[in-house]
């Protein structure tokens, strides 16, 4: 699963980029539009750097229960529902799973499945039966009933864009820990080849190292409810920062046929449940940017 699913393991934000020294004293016309240019928040969707429209701190991108897909598509949803029992020094333990997901077909035949993988679905109930299996050769110390486990995770749609398509992944769990997991991620995939796709193969190195410093400056003066602020979202690397937007992004495309970026990610402090830090963009419209979504 991409990164940020899990509000103990997630957290990749990057360190504040330095801002641009102030313009030279001006009109306020012209300081706006120094500051704009230094920032890379440029009005062209072009090869150049790429303007954020909003940022915020809110509580997640919007979904819908079924996936937009590309013209030619088709989806229908799976389901993988377990209920696994056993006894442990006559306590009763159980495991309950439950893992939605859809199977995507496309023209030719060919399909993929998003969620509900069998291979993940298996692993944990072995993992489960293993634990059992070694709770029953111990003593019977309150440590070794950690053992009624839950495990729910789901699909849902975001947007699309020529030949991708973007989904939300939401999870939760228990498996015995001092907490349970749980978190939303998104991430977009290329329906032709049902391969996930990062933002930095559809970009130009330039447009993603703006797009980094761009949101790493942004990041630093968003404040949300309850005096969350951005550094919440943020790990102090670099190099984490352009991972998590390279990862967590989503394309939409509205009524009049624009493209937008969508980034989306969950703060690591397990406090703040699920809140997350959004940046919309308007995306590229060169021929390049436009033949990799599949708009060629």
Known sequence: MPRSVSRQSTQQAARVA????????????????????AAGWSPRASSGPLRITAARIDDGIKTTPRLALPEGFSAKPTKNDNTLRDTVHGQPVVFEQSAQGF????????????GADKKGVDGLLNEWRSEVKAAKGEPAY??????????????SGVGTAGKLMSVSLGGSSFTGGAHPNAGTSIATYDARTGKQVKLDEL???????????????????????DGVDGQSFTSGDPADLRATIAENFALTTDKNGKVKIELAWESGVHALGGMTARFTIDAPNDPAFRAKIGLD
């Open 203 to 225: 970009l130009t190195p330039q447009q993603m190292n703006a797009l980094v410093r761009d949101v790493g400056a942004k990041l630093n003066s968003l404040k949300g409810r």
């Open 18 to 37: 330095t801002p641009a020294p102030p313009p030279r004293a001006g009109t306020p016309a012209a300081s706006s539009r120094a500051t704009t240019a």
């Open 103 to 114: 199977e995507v077909s496309g023209p030719g035949g060919r399909t993929f499945t998003i």
């Open 142 to 155: 309150d440590e070794n009933m950690q053992l009624n486990w839950d495990s729910q995770s789901t699909v």
